[in-house]
């Protein structure tokens, strides 16, 4: 192993901003206010989940998908409650997602340079279906985060700096070959230093090999696994009804304290539904980002609200190379077009009067909070539609028919949010049709890419996520800016390799600058996430909530039904 090892104590470097936010799922009317579910008779049919002896049980939601939805992924969203209480990595996060202890592992050791770790597991750890859990389950989950087409890009562009990583994502070799088993320890070898790793460790959870035999990891994410699957965490998984309901009981293959709930249940529900779902009884706690469903919950004596500072970002991006079977517009390739728009829209007002509270205008990545990394010496495009129409004058601007503006949150507020936009563009000669996405969001955005601007969320697990969007390894939206990836990629590479805070912050200057030059992504604002809890019905020991896409301690084990 390179360099000198050194045992480590189990804290993190404390991350350089806050991390994400989630959105909250919704409901319908097949849910009853007792927890108790009624599944359609066109899904997997059957009977309701087991009631415990007194028929009490914890509700959440859990947002649908799509058609077919079961129990989703932890790989990609992370911090959904039910995910975080059934599944566990190696380490687990303190609420402030800066603080780390032990999780699967009873210690571990990193070489000096960054290069090296070796990870011991604890002993007798099982899966919930009794079978031994392993370095080789360590192993198979980090090759097949690899490989899998549905995997959060934190732990992508952090495995695949391990030796052979790369390789083995591109599908060049069988394995990746510096990870190595033996015993109960796995051991890295890093090709590059990854300066968060423990951080990315923490959120990452370990799944089952034998849950997979013979699958193709490549499409893992739409398994029959997850109609059924096996965990790790102190709960069990009792039954998944598809697109209904999840139904969760203590695991007693589970080595740590045991949960004083007995019985979880999660109701699958549509975005859209959330408000008449939370008011209908059919959820005990919830987040939202959204201003509607904050102000109509909040009115309700017996719900206590939590607001939770995240990084999630609204932002517009531009389709710069076009749809596969079309040309991009070329207005849209224009740099000072982009900055036309930028100026054309009053982001502090639809700050104000469509998210107040909860939002904060943002121009780059680093949010004014961030006094220490941000970079205050770029033009930050206050509202000037007179310096909107000098640049498209300048540029010959004009169209034949309006470009196509598309979206994909459908709430009301978000909604507004598109049409006040619109307005916006419209008023400097900007001529924009506003339409919401037929399908799933990541296909219509990064393959179909029939569109020239959209507005996407991020929620970011920290700024290596949010600039990683740009670097060249970030395939999908390599779609839309084409080589500009590029101009990011040694400052980013340098940046993921560094833990040290003065030299991140200089890096994480200079990546903002390579924004101001480029504008392929440009932010509204930030959004902060404000989760509720039912105090009728649930004490939750006051626990201190989390960013809602990441997973934390929240010591739900100590919880109570009242």
Do not use: C, H
């Given at each position: 192993m390179g360099g000198e090892m050194k045992k480590k104590k189990l804290l993190a470097l404390a991350l350089s901003a806050i991390m994400l936010l989630a959105s909250c799922g919704g409901g319908n009317d097949k849910k009853a206010s007792d927890g108790e579910v009624k599944p359609e008779t066109k899904t997997e049919e059957k009977e309701d989940a087991k009631t415990t002896d007194d028929g009490k049980s914890l509700t959440l939601l859990?947002?649908?998908?799509?058609?077919?939805?079961?129990?989703?992924?932890?790989?990609?969203?992370?911090?959904?409650?039910?995910?975080?209480?059934?599944?566990?990595?190696?380490?687990?996060?303190?609420?402030?997602?800066?603080?780390?202890?032990?999780?699967?592992?009873?210690?571990?050791?990193?070489?000096?340079?960054?290069?090296?770790?070796?990870?011991?597991?604890?002993?007798?750890?099982?899966?919930?279906?009794?079978?031994?859990?392993?370095?080789?389950?360590?192993?198979?989950?980090?090759?097949?985060?690899?490989?899998?087409?549905?995997?959060?890009?934190?732990?992508?562009?952090?495995?695949?700096?391990?030796?052979?990583?790369?390789?083995?994502?591109?599908?060049?070799v069988d394995s990746v070959e510096g990870l190595t088993v033996e015993g109960n320890k796995i051991k890295f070898e890093m090709d590059k230093p990854v300066g968060n790793m423990i951080n990315v460790l923490a959120q990452f959870a370990i799944l089952p090999k034998h849950g997979f035999e013979g699958e193709d990891m490549t499409e893992y994410a739409n398994s029959d696994f997850w109609k059924n699957p096996i965990t790790n965490g102190m709960y069990k998984v009792d039954e998944v009804v598809t697109d209904s309901y999840i139904a969760l009981s203590p695991n007693e293959n589970y080595e740590g304290e045991a949960p004083k709930i007995n019985k979880v249940v999660v109701n699958i529900v549509p975005s859209d539904a959330i408000l008449n779902a939370v008011l209908g009884n059919q959820a005990d706690v919830f987040n939202s980002k959204v201003p509607a469903e904050i102000a109509a919950v909040k009115e309700k004596d017996n719900w206590e609200a939590q607001t939770v500072d995240t990084l999630f970002y609204y932002s517009l991006i531009f389709n710069e190379t076009g749809s596969d079977d079309g040309k991009a517009n070329e207005f849209i390739k224009d740099?000072?077009?982009?900055?036309?728009?930028?100026?054309?829209?009053?982001?502090?007002?639809?700050?104000?009067?469509?998210?107040?509270?909860?939002?904060?205008?943002?121009?780059?990545?680093?949010?004014?909070?961030?006094?220490?990394?941000?970079?205050?010496?770029?033009?930050?495009?206050?509202?000037?539609?007179?310096?909107?129409?000098?640049?498209l004058k300048e540029i010959g601007f004009k169209q034949d028919k309006p470009l196509q503006f598309k979206y994909y949150m459908g709430d009301q507020s978000s909604v507004d949010l598109y049409n006040a936009i619109a307005q916006n563009l419209k008023d400097v000669g900007i001529d924009v049709n506003v339409q919401k996405f037929a399908g799933d969001a990541g296909q219509e955005l990064f393959e179909i890419r029939n569109y020239d601007i959209a507005l996407k969320g991020l929620s970011a697990f920290g700024y290596e996520e949010y600039f990683g969007e740009y670097a060249s390894i970030n395939k999908n939206f390599q779609k839309l800016i084409g080589d500009v990836g590029k101009k990011y990629d040694d400052v980013y590479t340098e940046f993921l390799a560094e833990s040290d805070p003065d030299k991140r912050s200089e890096l994480l200057k200079k990546m903002q600058k390579i924004e101001s030059e480029d504008l392929s992504k440009m932010n509204i604002f930030m959004l902060k996430n404000v989760v509720f809890t039912n105090t009728d019905k649930v004490d939750t020991k006051g626990a201190q909530f989390s960013n809602p896409w990441y997973a934390a301690d929240i010591g739900f084990e100590k919880w109570e039904l009242k």
């Open positions: 859990f947002n649908k998908q799509k058609e077919g939805t079961n129990f989703d992924t932890p790989w990609w969203n992370r911090g959904d409650i039910y995910k975080v209480i059934t599944y566990r990595g190696l380490f687990k996060a303190d609420p402030t997602l800066s603080e780390f202890t032990p999780e699967l592992i009873s210690d571990y050791t990193e070489s000096e340079d960054g290069l090296s770790y070796e990870f011991t597991l604890k002993d007798g750890l099982k899966w919930s279906d009794g079978k031994d859990l392993t370095v080789n389950d360590v192993k198979f989950s980090i090759e097949g985060a690899l490989k899998g087409a549905y995997v959060n890009t934190i732990y992508t562009n952090a495995f695949s700096r391990i030796k052979g990583g790369q390789d083995y994502r591109d599908g060049k740099y000072k077009f982009r900055q036309a728009v930028y100026y054309a829209i009053d982001r502090e007002n639809l700050s104000k009067n469509i998210f107040p509270e909860i939002s904060t205008k943002l121009t780059y990545g680093v949010p004014d909070s961030d006094s220490k990394n941000k970079n205050t010496d770029l033009e930050m495009y206050d509202y000037n539609p007179e310096k909107a129409k000098e640049l």
